[in-house]
C-alpha cells in the first residue's frame, strides 16, 4: 500500500491551465512508475503521462506539446502542468503508482489492463467551452 494525495483539480475554460499534483507517502515497495490517468464520463480510464525511476516520460498522443510531466528528485512527487486545455480533457484524473516500468505499467490500448499498485482518489478537472 502506498499513498497518494492528489491536488490541483478545478475547472477551467478552455485554453487555460491547471497543474496537478501526487505525493506519495507510506512505501511498502520500491515504486518504478509515477503516472496520471483520466476518466471521462462513461469511458474507461485511459494512460495520461507517466515517468519511471529512470525519468523515461511517456506521454499520451492527445496531450503531446500541451501537458508536461515531472518527477522530484526523491521520486516521490509528480506534477503534470497542463496547458491549453481543451473540453475533451474534461475528466476525473487520477495518479498511480507501479512497480514495473511505465512502458508495462501503462497501457498503450483500451483493452489492456493497467499494472498499477495503487491509485489516488481522483481529482475532477473540467473545462468548458
Known amino acids: 500500500q502506498v499513498l497518494l494525495t492528489e491536488t490541483g483539480g478545478g475547472s477551467v475554460q478552455a485554453g487555460g491551465s491547471l497543474r496537478l499534483s501526487c505525493a506519495a507517502s507510506g512505501f511498502t515497495y520500491p515504486i518504478d512508475c509515477m503516472a496520471w490517468f483520466r476518466q471521462p464520463p462513461g469511458k474507461e480510464r485511459e494512460g495520461v503521462a507517466g515517468?519511471?525511476?529512470?525519468?523515461?516520460?511517456y506521454y499520451a498522443d492527445f496531450v503531446k506539446g500541451r501537458f508536461t510531466l515531472s518527477r522530484d528528485s526523491g521520486e516521490n512527487t509528480l506534477t503534470l502542468q497542463m496547458n491549453d486545455l481543451k473540453p475533451e480533457d474534461t475528466a476525473m484524473y487520477y495518479c498511480a503508482s507501479s512497480p514495473f516500468p511505465c512502458a508495462r505499467a501503462i497501457p498503450r490500448s483500451p483493452n489492456i489492463k493497467p499494472m498499477v499498485a495503487n491509485w489516488g482518489q481522483g481529482t475532477q478537472v473540467a473545462v468548458s467551452s
Open positions: 515517468i519511471d525511476s529512470n525519468e523515461e516520460i
